[in-house]
């Protein structure tokens, strides 16, 4: 069974930084990616990674200020999180698909985690 468990959300505040953690079970990965909904929004492309580490992608709002990683011996994928400001706020979701590429659409995802909320204050 496959499974993707997402943790190290939480409550902040601004400025400051946390680590996300996906772990994936049942099987490996090529491409992974985390995404992020708020309230009242819609579910929205954060950063992706390829399988090798060496292709990376992240939408303007976050560069500079978020990392996404990788570990294949432990099937887990991060993302590092510093400078976080309040409409960093929603729930963060951890993705997988099974083709390669490292696109930004929800659809091109073929498993979900049941994502860890992330809060700061201001």
């Known amino acids: 069974q496959v499974q993707l468990v997402e943790s190290g959300g939480g409550l902040v505040q601004a400025g400051d930084s946390l680590r996300l953690s996906c772990a994936a079970s049942?099987?490996?990965?090529?491409?992974m990616a985390w995404f992020r909904q708020a309230p009242g929004k819609e579910r929205e492309f954060v950063a992706v990674?390829?399988?090798?580490?060496?292709?990376?992608d992240y939408t303007d709002s976050v560069k500079g200020r978020f990392t996404i990683s990788r570990d294949n011996a432990k099937n887990t994928v991060y993302l590092q999180m510093n400078s976080l400001k309040p409409e960093d706020t929603a729930v963060y979701y951890c993705?997988?698909?099974?083709?390669?590429?490292?696109?930004?659409?929800?659809?091109?995802?073929?498993?979900w985690g049941q994502g860890t909320q992330v809060t700061v204050s201001s």
């Open positions: 993705a997988a698909r099974l083709g390669v590429g490292v696109g930004r659409t929800i659809k091109e995802y073929n498993y």
């Open positions: 049942g099987r490996t990965f090529s491409t």
């Open positions: 990674i390829s399988r090798s580490g060496r292709i990376t």
